[in-house]
Structures are given as structure tokens and as C-alpha cells.
């Protein structure tokens, strides 16, 4: 009979307990995602975790240094084995020679080494009383220059008389002060070579090339 009438009455539900059970329920479920959040934020993900190595400063110090021990160590090698100024090597010094030689050369000018021919000279010195000076004398040797070599040997048979003649007459004609100017000597080749060219045009074949002084002696 009891159970009859337990079970015949409609169930009570409190709303007021329900609501509260809810809210509860919510506000739980609300704590729980804020911290689900915050725990994602903290958390670092792979891209942000520091990466380990040498930092560029640092690294660009370690370069800069190596580079001034390996000036230090070149410039000391170059102060051993350099050779000093007071002992300059073979190649150095020849180098220098050659620069020397150069120099020379551009303020001379090239050499010019030219083939010489036959040469007649007197059998003997020629000594002149230069002009108006009795008491000095030139000690001449001339060497005289002809074109083919082979005529060498007929100048001499047939015009070193007259050769000799000419070089006496010539030279007899200057004072001694005139004799001794060094201007003059040069310029006395190239008047006897125009005094004797002459006596070669007689000879067929033969020309004079130039009038060389071995000696000139004033005594």
C-alpha cells in the first residue's frame, strides 16, 4: 500500500537547486578553458626557443683578431729575412746596374760602333813647328782610312808622300795657341779629310773614309 502510494505521486524537481547545479557547471567549464589558454600561450612552440650557437659580434671579433696575429707574424718575417739597405742582393744590385747603364745611355746616346776599312799610316811620327813658334813642336801620328781594304796597299805606294805633305802644310798653319784648343783637334779631322780627298780621286776604286790622330803631341 505504501509503495502504491510513493510511486503514484508525480516527482518533485527543485529549480532553484537545478539552476544553481548549472551555473556551477558553467562557470567550472569556463575556469577550466581560460586555463587550458594560458597554459597554450606559455608553452613555446619550436620556431621561438632561443637557437644555441656563437653570436655574429662575437664571432666577427674572433676573425678581426686572427687576422692582426697573422699581420703581426708576417711583418716580423718580412723584417728577418729582408735583406738590408746596406747589402742589397745580387739581383737588386744588378737591377741597379742595369738601370745605371740605361740612364748612360739615353743621356750619351746608343754607340755607335762602325766598321772600319783599311787604315795607311806614315812609317813614321811628323813633327811641326806650329806658326810663328820656334821653340815648340807637334808630335803628329795620323792614320788614314780608305775604302776598299784591299787599296790600303796602293794609297801607301802611291800617295803617302803627298799625304804627309798636305798634313804639314796644314797644321803648320796654326799658332800654338790655336793647336792647343781641344775645339780645333776635332774640327782639324775633317779639314784634312777635305784637304786630301783630292789625291784619292785620282786613284780609280778608292775613296777616303775618315782621318784618325793616334798622337798629337805639343812639346
Do not use: W
Amino acid at each position: 500500500m505504501l509503495m502504491q502510494q510513493f510511486f503514484a505521486r508525480p516527482p518533485i524537481f527543485d529549480t532553484g537547486a537545478i539552476g544553481t547545479l548549472f551555473t556551477c557547471c558553467a562557470i567550472h567549464t569556463l575556469h577550466g578553458g581560460i586555463a587550458m589558454a594560458d597554459l597554450e600561450h606559455e608553452v613555446p612552440t619550436p620556431e621561438e626557443t632561443p637557437k644555441k650557437g656563437i653570436r655574429l659580434p662575437v664571432l666577427i671579433g674572433i676573425i678581426l683578431g686572427i687576422i692582426v696575429v697573422q699581420a703581426g707574424i708576417v711583418l716580423a718575417a718580412l723584417k728577418i729575412f729582408a735583406p738590408s739597405a746596406d747589402h742589397p742582393s745580387p739581383a737588386a744590385q744588378h737591377t741597379t746596374e742595369l738601370s745605371q747603364d740605361s740612364t748612360d745611355e739615353e743621356e750619351t746616346g746608343p754607340i755607335l760602333v762602325q766598321k772600319v776599312e783599311g787604315i795607311v799610316t806614315p812609317k813614321a811620327d811628323l813633327y811641326i813647328n806650329p806658326r810663328g813658334s820656334a821653340s815648340h813642336i807637334v808630335v803628329l801620328s795620323v792614320g788614314i782610312e780608305v775604302s776598299p781594304a784591299e787599296k790600303a796597299k796602293e794609297v801607301e805606294e802611291k800617295l803617302m808622300i803627298p799625304i804627309q805633305d798636305r798634313i804639314i802644310a796644314r797644321v803648320s798653319s796654326y799658332t800654338l795657341e790655336e793647336l792647343q784648343d781641344l775645339k780645333l783637334r776635332d774640327s782639324l779631322r775633317t779639314i784634312l779629310r777635305s784637304d786630301l780627298k783630292p789625291y784619292f780621286n785620282a786613284l780609280e776604286g778608292v775613296k777616303l773614309r775618315n782621318v784618325y790622330f793616334p798622337k798629337f803631341v805639343i812639346q
